[in-house]
């Protein structure tokens, strides 16, 4: 047990408080692993296992020494720091009780500055259940004490203290607290469990897997119901990888979304979806993916999903942080989709079909990659939180992304005017007015950009951007008249 006291008396009952689950919304202990994940991957898979075997005590204060959460970042319940704000205005003496090592509790007590003493776990003893009530008797004799606590672990301090308050308890917990005489709930707010969970696996993302229809519309074959299945099927587990990414992303990324503007109201950044319940339904998505391919889909394409889920790692664990080869990532993502589509059908992709998303995705990621940098300038820093880009690379973002739409609009002439295409359409003049149209959307996009308008993923833009749409509507139907 560590203990660090101030030395304070006070005739009030003595306020005893929880760390994980009570005065934050998460855990150390899982947020810890997974920024020892990410910054020190070979401890994470080579020597932790090992850590866990000397006990639990003894493995908190290994990831102790390794990676400590940033105080200032947590998730912390706002209706538990009322409560300590008026214990202390009534002079009361407050202790920080946590099973956590002090390399992770101490810097709590100093960024709030509420607390008189701190409890922790040493390397010998996990500070949780009936060693923490040991630890709060130690320390304050017969003093009478309210304990704040969330978990059944909580139950024997509740037992001996003086006012039991819960704070968004357990189940086993509540069950545990009927009895007690001085039972006190803190209300707290509370998120929809289902709404916080489409939330975390972003269905709203899903349209960027429409794309996997791509090959299947051009070619004329979506009446084809032998290719339409396979398509409907990949584009479901495309669906479920693309959500576990995601949960995958949020959990890699919690410390830097929590000082983003926006980032921090994510399900996993704000503390709404506990970790263990993201792992859970990142194990599920995948599971369902890897089901729904292996019963639906021929080996080519069952290896294009798995592959899909390989690039999503990848880029979350290495590529997001890199210069310029993240931003190939991401667009390689979309065309990855066009040509899954393709493998999953059974139609051929043509080469210009593949080079013209290449350079198109590559000038929307890299308008993604502007917007992120020109909200930065606004905070005079330098570089980004996680990104390899600085706010004075802005220029030449812009003038490679433009110059990759052109590109795009160049090699989407030369696709027009191929054979491959004008075989398949009665009318393929017609085709000649898609480039304009798709020119036109693309510098709208940068414009727009430039402006500091876009505030948002420019396909998801798109999708709710009354000009994007009508202008989908147009290209739609020049396809339908050049193909009648």
């Not at 922790?120 to 949780?128: K, R």
């Not at 509370?190 to 975390?200: F, G, H, Q, V, Y």
Request: proline fraction near 6%; charge should be positive; charged fraction near 15%.
């Amino acid at each position: 047990m560590t203990v660090v006291s101030e030395g304070r008396d006070s005739p009030l009952p003595v306020v005893v408080v929880d760390l994980d689950g009570t005065l934050i919304q998460g855990d150390l202990l899982w947020e810890s692993l997974w920024l020892l994940l990410k910054r020190f991957p070979k401890d994470f898979f080579l020597f932790a296992p090992l850590w866990l075997l000397q006990g639990k005590a003894s493995f908190k204060n290994q990831l102790a020494r390794r990676v400590v959460p940033k105080a200032e970042n947590l998730a912390y319940r706002p209706e538990v720091l009322e409560y300590l704000a008026a214990a202390k205005a009534r002079g009361q003496r407050i202790v920080l009780a946590s099973a956590s090592p002090h390399e992770w509790v101490q810097p709590v007590a100093d960024h709030l500055h509420f607390f008189d003493e701190t409890l922790s776990s040493t390397e010998s003893i996990n500070l949780a259940g009936a060693e923490k009530l040991k630890a709060v008797e130690a320390l304050l004799g017969q003093a009478p004490f309210t304990y704040l606590g969330n978990s059944k672990a909580d139950l024997p301090i509740w037992d001996k203290a003086h006012c039991a308050t819960s704070v968004s308890p357990s189940r086993s917990a509540l069950r545990g607290l009927a009895a007690h005489a001085q039972h006190q709930p803190l209300p707290v707010a509370a998120a929809s469990p289902i709404k916080t969970a489409l939330k975390a696996v972003r269905p709203h993302q899903w349209i960027k897997n429409a794309l996997l229809f791509v090959p299947i519309s051009l070619a004329h074959q979506l009446a084809d119901v032998s290719r339409l299945l396979p398509t409907l099927a990949i584009f479901i587990a495309f669906c479920a990888v693309a959500s576990a990414g995601y949960i995958l992303n949020d959990l890699m990324d919690v410390e830097d979304d929590r000082q983003h503007p926006t980032k921090r109201k994510r399900p996993i950044a704000s503390g709404q979806l506990a970790m263990p319940t993201a792992v859970l339904y990142l194990v599920a998505l995948l599971a369902s993916a890897a089901a729904l391919s292996t019963l639906a889909l021929a080996p080519a394409a069952r290896a294009m999903v798995a592959g899909y889920f390989l690039l999503t790692v990848t880029y979350s664990f290495y590529f997001k942080e890199q210069l310029i080869a993240d931003v190939f990532i991401l667009a390689g993502l979309y065309t990855y989709r066009v040509l899954a589509g393709g493998v999953a059908s059974g139609v051929e992709v043509s080469p210009w079909l593949l080079a013209f998303s290449t350079f198109f995705f590559v000038s929307l990621a890299l308008v993604k990659r502007y917007t992120e940098l020109l909200s930065q300038s606004k905070s005079d820093s330098r570089t980004t939180s996680r990104r390899a880009y600085a706010v004075g690379d802005l220029p030449l973002i812009e003038t490679m992304g433009v110059a990759s739409a052109t590109i795009a609009i160049l090699v989407l002439c030369l696709f027009v005017s191929s054979e491959s295409v004008t075989l398949h359409y009665a009318r393929p003049l017609w085709l000649w007015m898609i480039p304009p149209l798709m020119y036109y959307w693309i510098t709208r996009i940068w414009m727009i950009a430039h402006r500091g308008e876009l505030d948002a993923d420019p396909v998801l833009f798109a999708a709710k951007d009354r000009m994007s749409l009508a202008t989908g509507v147009i290209l739609a139907a020049i396809v339908w008249s050049a193909a009648a």
